[in-house]
């Protein structure tokens, strides 16, 4: 299974990109991971917010193929822990599933042809962070989730 994990605009703050790249690095030794960055829309602040959802939906959706199982990360998605995450992922390999894609979405949200398009909406808090940190926390949770599928001594119960 390959993952993916797109977002909208660059990560701006060095050190959380040099943590986003360290974790990047960990991961490929379980699975074969893809940060993809799409561009910011342009001329967004004459757009309204529902005009920059979609315009962010549209850049988004033509970089997902029709066979991926697409998951929004989402305020109103399921929550798990750290190894119900775990466990997750590993029901998805185990259904011969071969591009997962997580969307980390615009700061409004996502577009109604989005909410249509997902598979499944993930949560990673109820509480708001940038969408820079969001990169960051995913990731480590993704390696977080390997690790602890292979009995690796990161995760403590």
């Keep these: ?10 990560t701006d703050n060095l050190a959380l990109q040099q943590l986003i790249s360290s974790y990047e690095k960990r991961l490929s030794y379980y ?20 005009q920059q959802k979609v315009k962010e939906g549209e850049l ?23 190894i119900g995450f775990a466990d997750e992922l590993q029901k998805k390999m185990n259904t011969g ?10 700061p ?9 398009r997902a598979n499944s909406k993930l949560s990673l808090s109820k509480l708001t962070f940038s969408h820079q940190m969001i990169r960051l926390f995913f990731v480590e949770q993704l390696y977080r989730a390997f690790t ?8 403590h119960q």
Excluded: C, W
Excluded at 98 to 103: N, R
């Design 1 to 10: 299974m390959n993952i993916k994990l797109i977002a909208v605009g660059k």
């Design 97 to 106: 599933i071969k591009q997962l894609t997580f969307v980390i979405g615009g």
């Design 31 to 50: 699975i074969n991971f893809e940060l993809q960055l799409l561009p910011d829309v342009k001329n967004s602040k004459f757009l309204s917010e529902e």
């Design 60 to 82: 988004i959706l033509s970089n997902v193929e029709n066979s991926h199982t697409l998951i929004l990360l989402d305020e109103r998605g399921k929550e798990f822990t750290s």
């Design 148 to 155: 602890i599928l292979r009995n690796e001594p990161y995760h």
């Design 108 to 116: 409004y949200g996502f577009s109604q042809a989005m909410y249509e």
